[in-house]
């Protein structure tokens, strides 16, 4: 039997960035993860779709040079085969500096299956790796973990579970990575499809459907509900909606599946739209992008106490610490349930708490309503607190502003469209920002600060921005608001 203080079950998000936080305040960590530590969001979700999102922006561009502004320059082709070099080499470099960061904070790694024994035990179970993006070899891929054939750990301090989630799939039509993919395999299933079917119209499904059209494929995008991003503010889904169709994506919203099946020239799917009609969709790849499900298979609650709820989530009985009704088990990341996002740096927020719990620290809770929500297609989406419908619903007076991005001088040089929209509460502060247009993900950074500060229009006012910027629209969206509108009335 071995001890340490704290054990750590998975390497993704929120298990790596526990267990560096956590060395850093000087407690001894190990770290079990049954594959790669950087988990889904490094190896098959948030960084190598971004790095293939990036070369989908560039080929974007290209086309608006032509038809804009006069740039001779065409896409002869897309070298697949290159560009997913670049974007495996990208996501090798990132997963050896999260290896290097854990083994220089002294983070024990077992390469292992861990399943609780008891409330303050853990056995590990030697695993292979299931294989990733990242081009090194195999033992180069585990140089930095120790291979166990069986230990048995017990934590001093306590066990941080981090085991993530796995994308929920259509029964009885199981993701082959070929003609039917998930989130999980898309960017490695071979070559680019002509057409794709996505279906569900999320983040991720909007992402997929966007990446895929900017490379050329026809793509259809169908959504059970009545609009596309159904969690965010009304106007930013008609917004992006608008721009989705406009660069040649179907989009189908208020339409069910009826049934799929694959076919020899890929799959073919029966939908009933919004107005009771049935087409027949077909194409020669489907992506299921219908939501992502808690991983806790193998993960031993039981032994420990612990029962997962009736939607597979671990729900912590104290949320200012996310500890859980067994005292001394935490719980980070993708395991939550709402409030928490299930985003990535939600998931760094919720590590950095737990080690600090674990640690004997008072730190502050991670305050969900000012956690950023992006959408990386084309247009890009960014939001933060409530919606304006949510802000109606909690009761409050509430003023709306809206600004178009193309009312100022840099909105019209990207000429994408897109805007601002606040909302705060009548003589209160900002309950709300959402963004849609070229680069917002890069701009909701200063509006998190808004609102989790509990800025009033009137605050933020008093701060000039850059001319020419986008951001120069968030300012007058807030000027206004504030009673100082200069360009906007």
Not at 172 to 195: I, K, N, W
Not at 283 to 303: I, S, Y
Not at 329 to 349: E, K, T
Request: hydrophobic share 40%; aromatic share 2%.
């Amino acid at each position: 039997m071995h001890e340490t203080d704290v054990i750590v079950i998975g390497g993704g998000t929120g298990g790596y960035s526990t267990a560096l936080r956590a060395a850093a305040l000087g407690l001894e960590v190990v770290l079990a993860e049954r594959d790669l530590v950087g988990g889904t969001c490094l190896h098959r979700g948030c960084i190598p779709s971004k790095a293939m999102l990036h070369a989908a922006e560039l080929v974007d561009g290209i086309t608006e040079a032509r038809e804009r502004w006069g740039v001779k320059a065409t896409v002869d082709s897309v070298d697949w085969p290159a560009l997913t070099a670049t974007r495996d080499d990208i996501v090798a470099r990132n997963h050896r500096g999260v290896e290097g960061h854990l083994a220089h904070a002294g983070v024990r790694v077992l390469r292992g299956t861990a399943t609780l024994t008891g409330p303050r035990s853990v056995r590990v179970t030697a695993t292979a790796p299931a294989g990733g993006p990242a081009p090194e070899s195999r033992e180069d891929r585990v140089d930095r973990v120790d291979r166990v054939d069986r230990q048995e750990w017990t934590a001093r301090r306590g066990i941080v579970l981090a085991t993530g989630s796995r994308p929920r799939v259509l029964p009885g039509l199981e993701p082959d990575g070929r003609q039917v993919v998930t989130s999980d395999d898309a960017l490695f299933a071979p070559g680019l499809p002509d057409s794709v079917l996505v279906l569900g119209g999320g983040a991720i499904g909007v992402e997929y459907a966007s990446l895929h059209r900017s490379l050329g494929a026809r793509v259809t995008l169908v959504e059970a509900a009545d609009r596309l991003l159904p969690l965010e503010d009304a106007d930013v889904s008609r917004h992006l909606t608008r721009g989705l169709k406009k660069r040649g994506v179907e989009v189908l919203t208020g339409a069910r599946l009826e049934s799929a099946g694959r076919a020899a020239d890929g799959v073919r799917a029966i939908v009933r739209t919004a107005r009771g009609e049935t087409p027949e969709l077909r194409a020669e790849r489907l992506l299921v992008a219908v939501g992502r499900a808690p991983v806790t298979d193998g993960l031993g609650l039981a032994a420990a106490g612990l029962a997962t709820d009736p939607r597979g989530f671990v729900a912590p009985a104290d949320w200012t610490r996310l500890e859980t009704a067994v005292p001394g088990i935490h719980v980070v990341g993708d395991l939550l349930p709402p409030p928490s996002p299930g985003l990535a740096h939600a998931s760094f927020a919720e590590g950095m708490l737990v080690a600090e719990v674990l640690a004997g620290h008072s730190p502050r809770p991670v305050d969900y309503a000012a956690v950023p929500r992006v959408t990386y297609s084309s247009p890009q989406t960014a939001a933060v607190g409530l919606s304006e419908a949510a802000a109606r619903d909690s009761g409050r007076k509430v003023v709306v502003n809206t600004m178009p991005l193309t009312a100022v001088a840099k909105g019209m040089v990207h000429g994408q469209g897109g805007m601002v929209k606040v909302v705060a509460e009548q003589d209160g502060p900002v309950l709300g920002v959402h963004l849609v247009g070229p680069h917002v993900s890069e701009m909701i950074a200063e509006s998190q600060l808004v609102v989790g500060w509990d800025a009033e229009p009137s605050d933020v006012a008093q701060h000039i921005h850059p001319h020419p910027t986008l951001s120069e629209a968030v300012g007058e969206a807030f000027l206004t608001l504030a009673g100082r509108g200069l360009h906007q009335r």
